[in-house]
Structure formats: C-alpha cells, structure tokens
C-alpha cells in the first residue's frame, strides 16, 4: 500500500466552527489531492497541489482551503463548516513515473 | 471536460456467475481509464488501468477490463465472482500525463449472492 496517512479518521462538529484535515505521505510524490466522496457522485475533487505551493482548484472547491509547506503534507481546511460539508475525504497522491494515483483510507466528517 | 456514466448503480449477482460492469466516458482528448474497488469502510484501491498499448487489461483479483475507443467504453468483468467481491467499484477517467485529475462515475454497487 502507498505509504497515506489521513487524520483524524473520523470527525463531528458543528456549524460554523474550523476544520482542518490532514494528509500525510512518505512516497516522496509531486502531486496530492483531496476529494469529497457523497453517494451517487462518486469522487469529486476539491483540490490538488502540484509542489509545495502549489495548489489549485478542483470541481468542488467552494467552501474550502488547502495549503501544503511541505512535500508530504496536503491540509485541507474548512473555514466555516456547514452541513452540506458532511461527507468522506479522500487524499490522494500521485507522481509521474506511475501516472496513477493511490488514495488514503478516508475521513468521515460529520458537521451538526 | 470528461464526464463518466456507470450505467448501473446496483448490480446483484450468484457466486460463481460472471459479471459486468458498465462505465463509458466522454472526453475531448485521448484518456487514461481506471477502475477502482472500494470494500465497506476502507479507501479506493486501484484494481486496472489502462494507459496505452493492448486493449485488454487485466487486474488484480482475477479481473479484467477492454478498452473500446469507438464505443468510449471500459467496461469489468469477471468470469466467476466471489462473495469476497462484494464491494463498490468505480470508474474514472483522467486525461494524460502526470498530475492529470480523475474523473469519477458515480459508482456501481455490486452485490454477490451465495
């Protein structure tokens, strides 16, 4: 298995209050990415860094932040979580040399 | 943009029968597909890819996935499943090279039954 960590694995809080997820590797990869996964969507994605930052936007980026200082961390923040935010959050990365990316386990965030 | 259709969110099936699970894609430039298996509770795991070359593409697990241009196409299959793969499975699509985005179906639940 890719060498993903996400943190926390699972998360309730309530409206309005800050977020911020964690993604951490140890492959060394360029790229790292964050989804939401809701049923019937599949994965969407948020955003996606490209180095250290470097970062842009992705399909569903309303609502949220993302900031990577260094290679192996990719933070994914909600500034103001609201209950449409409650979903699972998938990090990912990749690099050139396989073209194919390798998710995290997931958070689960619950927003009351 | 890409988008991908997987034309079935629920597929119930015996152990034993084959199966197949349908995924087409639309994209304005030439694609990387994939499928991945996610089991209850855990994350994505890549189970075939298609970057180039032979369109027949095998994965892990014992399935396998072809590559139909005319018909933007990348349907599973599976000769003989087990209840062991009962799980979500999800195509995606991203165009080619490194950093490229996935493109994600909306899933197809298939649901083995002894």
């Known amino acids: 298995d890719a060498g993903i960590t996400q943190s926390p694995r699972h998360k309730v809080t309530e409206t309005g209050t800050p977020v911020t997820l964690r993604c951490h590797q140890t492959e060394n990869h360029r790229y790292m990415y964050w989804y939401r996964q809701d049923p019937g969507h599949g994965l969407r994605l948020i955003h996606y860094?490209?180095?250290?930052?470097?970062?842009d936007k992705g399909e569903v980026s309303d609502g949220y932040s993302v900031s990577r200082s260094k290679t192996e961390d990719f933070l994914l923040t909600l500034e103001s979580a609201t209950s449409s935010q409650t979903s699972v959050y998938f990090c990912?990365?990749?690099?050139?040399?396989?073209?194919?990316?390798?998710f995290g386990p997931g958070t689960r965030l619950t927003v009351l | 943009a890409q988008s991908v259709t997987q034309l079935d969110s629920q597929v119930p099936v015996f152990e034993e029968a084959p199966v197949e699970l349908r995924c087409n894609y639309s994209?304005?430039?030439?694609?990387?597909l994939f499928w991945y298996v996610q089991y209850p509770n855990q994350g994505l795991q890549l189970l075939l890819k298609y970057l180039s070359g032979s369109t027949l593409v095998k994965g892990i697990n014992g399935f396998e996935a072809e590559f139909n241009k005319s018909q933007t196409s990348f349907h599973l299959r599976k000769p003989s499943v087990h209840i062991s793969d009962t799980a979500e499975y999800f195509c995606?699509?991203?165009?080619?090279?490194?950093?490229?985005?996935?493109?994600f179906g909306g899933g197809t639940r298939l649901m083995v039954k002894p």
């Open positions: 990912a990365i990749s690099s050139p040399s396989t073209d194919t990316q390798y």
């Open positions: 994209s304005s430039v030439s694609v990387y």
């Open positions: 995606a699509v991203s165009g080619p090279g490194a950093g490229n985005m996935l493109t």
């Open positions: 860094s490209y180095g250290v930052k470097d970062t």
